[in-house]
C-alpha cells in the first residue's frame, strides 16, 4: 500500500464516522490533540479502518492512543 492509498483510505474512514472530517485533515494532523474526533468517534474510526482495510490492524490494540495521520498511515503500509 502506498502512502497515498493509506491517506485516501483515512479520509474515508474519516468520513464514515463523522461527514466531511475528511477535509480538515493533511499528513501532519493529530485528529483527537486538533479536535476533529473524540473519545467515542475515535473508536468508531478505528472500527471503519480496520474495516476498510479487510483485517484487524495489530498496531492498534486497547492501549492505542496516537491518532496522528502519519502514524495511521504508517500502520496500514506495514500491515
Given at each position: ?16 464516522t ?8 493533511s499528513e501532519?494532523t ?11 468517534d ?13 483485517a484487524?490492524?495489530?498496531a492498534?490494540?486497547e ?17
Amino acid at each position: 500500500m502506498t502512502r497515498e492509498e493509506a491517506f485516501s483510505m483515512i479520509r474515508k474512514a474519516l468520513d464514515a464516522t463523522s461527514p466531511k472530517a475528511s477535509e480538515k485533515v493533511s499528513e501532519t494532523t493529530d485528529l483527537i490533540g486538533e479536535g476533529i474526533l473524540d473519545s467515542l468517534d475515535s473508536m468508531n474510526f478505528l472500527f471503519e479502518l480496520e474495516t476498510l482495510h479487510g483485517a484487524r490492524l495489530a498496531a492498534i490494540d486497547e492501549s492505542f492512543n496516537d491518532f496522528r495521520v502519519t502514524v495511521l498511515i504508517d500502520i496500514l503500509m506495514d500491515a
